[in-house]
Each structure stands twice: as structure tokens, then as C-alpha cells.
């Protein structure tokens, strides 16, 4: 009861409680919510063993909040580890990717290296580049009755039929609740960053009825890895449809992407996946908080907890009506350069990290409406001083009677100079709740780890792994990483 009680306390002042007690009684309350927040992920069959080792974790009582939480971390950081264990993979094992032993071999080196410096040893190709004439010239061979074609994601009927394919096949959860929807609008802005090429859109269609049928891309980024800055591809949803599944025509897939890429004078990439795959740098763990309780219960997004009712929760996860930082407001086309220096400067503290020119930053960052939300905080003097964003992505909710759609923010990039970041997000979870959003999810990367328990997020059921192809360079933690990818 008390903990319900000091939680309600807790909600009607807006978190954020001192008492170590009531803070342990609290994260118990939140570590029982987490242990059935699903994460929309591709990987989420570790969940079992991590949910026996929290309970166990609960029941043993009189540890403090801060011991708890760290528990808790590393229990999902060793399953996390454990993952992939010794599985062979036909595909990427012949690809040019950082391997077990070489992370292994390498992690003190990880843990210790906090210089920006490149080691010599370290910090190259796996693969030397390749002029031109020495790639292959031809398009890697379709299956018999399929073909390669390039989707113009500016022409509304093929957007269509990515959306469709996304729509129906893209990534689930692993009980088949939820299914990723992405957005006509957001699919269009994901795509066409500067410099976006048409040949990097690439689908795969039936020849018989020119369906689309599978689909992989990538838009040039530049990013820096450890102190060193390349042109990279960002590649992005894979997808094959689920009737063309375990027929082995993903790895074509990314062959071709790579050679097309390749072409480009590109050879290295940055791509998430749920699941572990050979060469992962990084490992990163969604975190949900609740916006609409009610709505997350009846979905089965979240369930209610033990001494829980919809009213006490309802209260708990209750956020302010209005902002509460000083001058925070939308951000304009004014505002880029500012914003973008701020935002560049911020990200060169982390180990992995995008490098956004000034038209990149406006294309990524610039509101839109329904697709991506972004703030600035400007001081008395007319200088921005810091700044906050996050992109809406939605979840199809799969056969329930009473809704149709999970609506998400995704925590993206933040700037805290003259707030704290804690304050800056909570501003965020306000105007998401304002803008219709049921859930604001963030991953534990960058400096994220400082608002998660403070704004009563909890834990999600799946890892986001960071990959980054044909690029030799230690492993690191989810808090070196300084890239969101969609
Ligand atoms: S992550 C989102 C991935 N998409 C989904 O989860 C949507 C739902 N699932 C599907 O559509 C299919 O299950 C997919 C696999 C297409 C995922 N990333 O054809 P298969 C390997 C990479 O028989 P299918 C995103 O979009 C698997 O380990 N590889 O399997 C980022 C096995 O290889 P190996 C994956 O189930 C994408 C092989 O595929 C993934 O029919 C980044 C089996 O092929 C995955 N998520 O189709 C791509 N899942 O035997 C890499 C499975 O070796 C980019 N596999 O274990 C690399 C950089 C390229 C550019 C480089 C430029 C320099």
C-alpha cells in the first residue's frame, strides 16, 4: 500500500522522490511494470531467463534502489552478451565483420580507451577498399520469377507499395502483438536525407505480378567511429516478404545493397538489428514510459502491476498539461545554424556517432508534423541554449478488438546545457502526451541512463544491437553510442 500510496505522491509532484525507501518500493513497483513492457524488436526470446532472474531479484528484498537497478543491468547486459554465444551464420561469417574472439580480445582495451585518438592497430577497413573496376559490375542473381527494381519513393503509388510491404511483413514483437508501421510521411523523410540515391532504394518484385516482395536500404551519413570520420550507409529496412521467408534471399539482398554502395566509393556501413549478428559494436536496451496507461494495459503493451490499480497507475505515469522549461518552442528554419552547432559540438563526446552537415541536420531535425518533433530552448539574450527531439512511430496492434495503433515518440537527440537533461525530456514526454503519443521510448545510449529511472521508464524486453560493417574498431557501451537510427 505505501509504495502506492508514495507512488501516487510521487506522480502528483512529478517524480523525482529523495527517500531511498520509498525510491526502492517505487523501482519495485516499476521492475514488476517492466518485467511485461514488450519492446517492438526482433529478438526478444532471451526475455524468459532475464524475468526469472529479476523475480529472483525482487524476492530477495533489502538491497537498495541504486543496487537493484544496477542488478538489473547487468542481468539484461549478460543476456544480451550471451546472445548469439558460438552459432554459425552461412551469411556472416563470410562477411567482413569484427568477430567474437577480436571483441573479446579487445575489451579492456574498449573499457580503458576514452582517448578520441585512433590507435593504429585498430580503427581501419577489415577489407580494403576496392577501385571501382575491381567490383563486381553486374547485379547479383534474383531467384528464378523475381527481379530487382529501384523504388522512387517520391512517386506516391510506389511509396504505396513500400508502405504496404512494411505494413504486412516489417518487424514484430515476439508474441505477434505489435508490427512497426511506419508512416507514408516518415518512409518519405527516412529516405531522402541529401545526397539520398534512388539505386540505394532497392526492392524485389515478382516478375509474374510485379508485386513488391522484399525491400533493402541505405542513405549516406557520415559517421565517426572512435575520432575517425567516414561516408557511411545507414541501411534500413530489410524486409522479405514473410512468404519468401528462410529462403536465403536476405543475404542477396544486402550483397547487393553493398555492391551498389561500393560503387559509390562507400565501404562501411552503420545498421541496427534486434537480433545478434557477428560483429555487433554496441549493445543498446529500449526503455518505455507510460503515457496512456489505460490504453497500454488493454493492449497488452504493459499490465497492470501487483498492489496496482488503473486509477493508482493512471496517476503515476500522469504528466504536467504545459512545459515547464522557459522558452522551449518548436524549432525553425532559423534556428539550424544555431542549433546545429550546438547539436554537432554534443555529439563529438561519444565513441559512435552521426556527423551532421547543416543541411542534413534541417532535413533530419526540422519539425514535421506526425514524423519528428523537435525543440529549442532559447535564453533571454535570444541564443539557443539547448535542445530536445524525438520522431513518432507507430505500432500496429495485432487482433485487438477495441485498438488499431500503438502511438509512439522515440526519444532522438538531445542537447541539456542550461537544464538538466532529465528536465529536458520531461518536457518532451509532455508535449509527446499532447501530441496523442500512448508510449515515449528511448534507448539506454548516449546520456539517456540519466532520466530513465528519475521519469519512471521501464525496462523494455529487447536489445538493439549497433553494427558497423567492414570496420575494425573495439567494442563499446550503450553509452558511447551517439547515433539513432529509425
Ligand atoms: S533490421 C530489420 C530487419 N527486418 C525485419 O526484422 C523485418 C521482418 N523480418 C524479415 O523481413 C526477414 O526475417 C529478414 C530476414 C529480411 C530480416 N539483419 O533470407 P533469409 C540473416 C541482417 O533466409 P529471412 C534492418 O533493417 C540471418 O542471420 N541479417 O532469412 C537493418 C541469416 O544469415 P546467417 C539478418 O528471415 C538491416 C540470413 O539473414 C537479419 O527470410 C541491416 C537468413 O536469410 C537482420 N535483421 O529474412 C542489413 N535477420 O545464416 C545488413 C536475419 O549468416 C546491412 N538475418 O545467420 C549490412 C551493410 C550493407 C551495406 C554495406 C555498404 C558498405
Redesign the pocket.
Known amino acids: 500500500m505505501k509504495a502506492a500510496d508514495d507512488a501516487e505522491d510521487e506522480a502528483s509532484n512529478g517524480g523525482g522522490g529523495n527517500n531511498h525507501d520509498e525510491a526502492a518500493e517505487i523501482l519495485s513497483d516499476l521492475v514488476q511494470n517492466q518485467m511485461s513492457i514488450r519492446s517492438i524488436n526482433?529478438n526478444s526470446q532471451l526475455f524468459e531467463a532475464q524475468t526469472t532472474a529479476l523475480q529472483q531479484l525482487l524476492q530477495q528484498g533489502g538491497a537498495s534502489a541504486a543496487a537493484k537497478q544496477q542488478a538489473i543491468h547487468s542481468i539484461f547486459d549478460d543476456a544480451a552478451a550471451n546472445g548469439d554465444g558460438e552459432k554459425k551464420?552461412?551469411?556472416?561469417?563470410t562477411q567482413p565483420m569484427l568477430s567474437l574472439n577480436d571483441a573479446n580480445n579487445n575489451s579492456n582495451t574498449s573499457n580503458n580507451n576514452n582517448s578520441s585518438l585512433p590507435d593504429p592497430n585498430w580503427h581501419k577497413p577489415i577489407v580494403p577498399d576496392k577501385e571501382k573496376s575491381e567490383l563486381r559490375q553486374e547485379p547479383y542473381n534474383m531467384p528464378k520469377g523475381f527481379e530487382w527494381c529501384e523504388m522512387d519513393i517520391t512517386d506516391a503509388d510506389q511509396r504505396t507499395e513500400i508502405y504496404d510491404l512494411l505494413y504486412q511483413?516489417?518487424?514484430?514483437d515476439d508474441d505477434g502483438c505489435f508490427r512497426f508501421d511506419y508512416s507514408r510521411d516518415f518512409l518519405t523523410w527516412a529516405l531522402t536525407p541529401p545526397g539520398y540515391l534512388k539505386q540505394f532504394h532497392l526492392g524485389v518484385r515478382s516478375c509474374k505480378s510485379s508485386r513488391l516482395m522484399?525491400l533493402?536500404t541505405?542513405v549516406p551519413a557520415k559517421v565517426r567511429v572512435y575520432g575517425v570520420e567516414k561516408n557511411m550507409?545507414e541501411?534500413?529496412?530489410?524486409?522479405?516478404h514473410r512468404k519468401?521467408?528462410?529462403?536465403?534471399?536476405?543475404?542477396v539482398l544486402?550483397k547487393e545493397?553493398?555492391r551498389r554502395?561500393?560503387y559509390t566509393g562507400?565501404?562501411?556501413?552503420v545498421?541496427?538489428?534486434?537480433?545478434k549478428?557477428p560483429g555487433s559494436v554496441a549493445s543498446c536496451r529500449y526503455y518505455h514510459r507510460t503515457l496512456d496507461a489505460r490504453k497500454l494495459v488493454e493492449i497488452g503493451f504493459t499490465r497492470l502491476a501487483p498492489r496496482m490499480t488503473m486509477a493508482r497507475m493512471q496517476k503515476l505515469f500522469k504528466v504536467p498539461a504545459d512545459p515547464i522549461t522557459k522558452g522551449l518552442r518548436p524549432m525553425t528554419p532559423e534556428d539550424v545554424p544555431a542549433a546545429h552547432k550546438l547539436v554537432v559540438k554534443y555529439l563529438e563526446k561519444f565513441k559512435l556517432s552521426v556527423v551532421f552537415s547543416e543541411d542534413e541536420f534541417a532535413h533530419w531535425l526540422l519539425p514535421r508534423k506526425g514524423v519528428v518533433s523537435s525543440f529549442v530552448r532559447v535564453n533571454d539574450d535570444g541564443y539557443i541554449t539547448d535542445f530536445c527531439s524525438y520522431y513518432h512511430l507507430h505500432s500496429s496492434v495485432l487482433g485487438n478488438p477495441k485498438h488499431n495503433t500503438l502511438n509512439a515518440a522515440y526519444c532522438f537527440y538531445n542537447v541539456a546545457a542550461t537544464v538538466s537533461l532529465t528536465a529536458l525530456v520531461k518536457d518532451c514526454l509532455i508535449l509527446a502526451k499532447n501530441e496523442e503519443m500512448d508510449v515515449f521510448t528511448a534507448l539506454n545510449l548516449m546520456e539517456n541512463d540519466q532520466f530513465l529511472e528519475e521519469l519512471k521508464f521501464g525496462m523494455g524486453d529487447g536489445n538493439l544491437q549497433y553494427?558497423v560493417?567492414?570496420w575494425f574498431c573495439p567494442t563499446m557501451t550503450h553509452n558511447d553510442v551517439g547515433i539513432v537510427l529509425l
Do not use: M
Open positions: 526482433d551464420h552461412l551469411f556472416w561469417d511483413n516489417y518487424v514484430e522484399a533493402i541505405a550507409a541501411v534500413n529496412f530489410l524486409c522479405v519468401l521467408r528462410s529462403k536465403r534471399l536476405a543475404p544486402i545493397i553493398t554502395v561500393n562507400v565501404f562501411q556501413a545498421y541496427t538489428a534486434g537480433v549478428l553494427y560493417y567492414n
